[in-house]
Structure formats: structure tokens, C-alpha cells
């Protein structure tokens, strides 16, 4: 794929200089495929496709995307407190 045919049809060429892609070379690096969705082991992208993640995303989704307990919790700490800095205070 051309670095100036862009695969996600809301993103231009002009913003390639943007988008950092770790672990690649900027100047020969091919556009990015855009996610839309995921689910278990698969990633759906823009064009309908599903792929299967078999790097889990860099080993951060080791239970699959939007695993039921996983989201559960995280929804449950989002709605209590998504963040608080160390800087003079604690919590559990």
C-alpha cells in the first residue's frame, strides 16, 4: 500500500507526519489500517475484515478484547474514580 493511499478513508496522506507508528520506519512505512471493533481474539477493521490478533496486542489483551469481567471492572472503577495522582494522597 502507498504511504499517500490511505486505507482509513477519514485520514489523509497530510496526516501521516502525525501518527506515530512504534517500531517502524517513518519514512517507507505503509499507511495504517484502521480498527473498528474488537472481540475476543478478533479485530474488525474498516473495510469489513476480521483479523485474528495472534500477538494480543503486545501482550495487553491476554484475555481477549472486552473480556465480561475485565469490562465489569473497569467500568466499576471508571464510574467510582478513573484517576487520582500520589501527590500527597493515597487510596487503596
Known sequence: MSRNAPSAPHLTAADQPNLWLPYTQMQTAPFPVEAVSTSGSRITLADGRALVDGVAAWWTA????????IHRALVRQAERMPHVMFGGMVHE
Do not use: A, D, E, L
Not at 62 to 69: A, D, E, F, T
Open 62 to 69: 491476554c484475555h481477549g478484547y472486552s473480556h465480561p469481567h
